[in-house]
């Protein structure tokens, strides 16, 4: 069956540009997480949806970056005035129960690169 | 203090070695315990699950340690296509995040 995808796979952005990064997750799946991943380093948390409810956005690292799932399925990561230092690979994750005791499945990723 | 720390190596093994992995973790209620596999530019996949008993697939063992804090890794018979990216997972008991280990890089030589 189908995985979680996300588009686009590469992303190059002038610093300034507002930018959106969209993840469809496995169908059906109620949870889902955006990570941001910088390179040498692991998965850092930015945010965790269940359904259409932003349940925690503690870790998103300032107000230019907002994430929603209006309908419970597809997910958009928008991060706005993009800075250098937001290069990284945005990885969205998607996971059938509301329990985090769970295997995330995640999708290729989002790599970001700023200019 | 980091959630988790994790020793990112790398680690350079001989085919057929034995090679082990921990990971400490600062949050003594934290309740589950995971290892991902990460190959280069590639998404995160389970390796496995980290049970209290400590649990075993195939050529791999995990084992937690909850008075000492840390999770840990045995690789067995090292393959070539073992070769990656190992992330322990860290989740405490309150809250919604998974947290990540540094990773550590393993690379098995011929």
């Known amino acids: 069956g189908a995985g979680v995808s996300q588009s686009p796979r590469y992303k190059v952005a002038k610093r300034g540009q507002d930018v959106a990064l969209r993840c469809d997750p496995i169908s059906g799946h109620v949870s889902l997480f955006w990570y941001q991943q910088a390179l040498g380093q692991g998965p850092e948390f930015l945010t965790y949806?269940?359904?259409?409810?932003?349940?925690?956005k503690s870790g998103l690292p300032s107000d230019r970056f907002f994430a929603e799932r209006p309908e419970g399925s597809v997910s958009t990561l928008k991060i706005q005035r993009t800075q250098q230092e937001d290069s990284a690979v945005y990885l969205c994750a998607s996971s059938p129960a509301d329990s985090l005791s769970h295997e995330q499945y995640f999708g290729p990723g989002t790599r970001l690169t700023v200019t | 203090r980091k959630e988790v720390e994790q020793d990112p190596g790398p680690f350079n093994v001989p085919e057929g070695a034995t090679v082990a992995f921990n990971c400490t973790y600062s949050?003594?209620?934290?309740?589950?315990f995971f290892w991902y596999r990460q190959d280069c530019r590639k998404e995160p996949k389970l390796l496995m699950s980290?049970?209290?008993s400590g649990n075993e697939d195939g050529r791999f063992t995990a084992q937690l340690n909850r008075a000492s804090q840390y999770i840990s890794l045995l690789i067995r018979d090292s393959k070539l296509s073992d070769s990656a990216t190992y992330l322990c997972v860290v989740i405490p008991q309150s809250g919604n995040q998974f947290y990540f280990g540094t990773g550590t890089s393993l690379t098995v030589i011929p």
């Open positions: 949050n003594s209620a934290s309740q589950s």
């Open positions: 980290v049970y209290s």
């Open positions: 949806f269940q359904n259409e409810a932003q349940l925690d």
